[in-house]
């Protein structure tokens, strides 16, 4: 499997909409640009550091939010 299809098979959740919300969001902290998880309320997990340039296109051109707010609720 080449590794664009490879990321779809992985990670295709993160850029698929349930309903009108969008569970994850590319959060641009000062140091790196993340994929967050709203629902858990911390950043996701990204196994293979490589496929992250790939995965941020498919997220910004199905509409997924990006922000250099953090997108979570407050912690505590």
Known sequence: ???RAQV???YGHFWQRDGSRCRWVIWHTAGDTLVFDTET???AEIEDPA???EILRRMRAAGVPESDEYPGRPCG
């Open 1 to 3: 499997m080449s590794g």
């Open 8 to 10: 779809a098979a992985d």
């Open 41 to 43: 309320n911390c950043p």
């Open 51 to 53: 496929a992250l340039p």
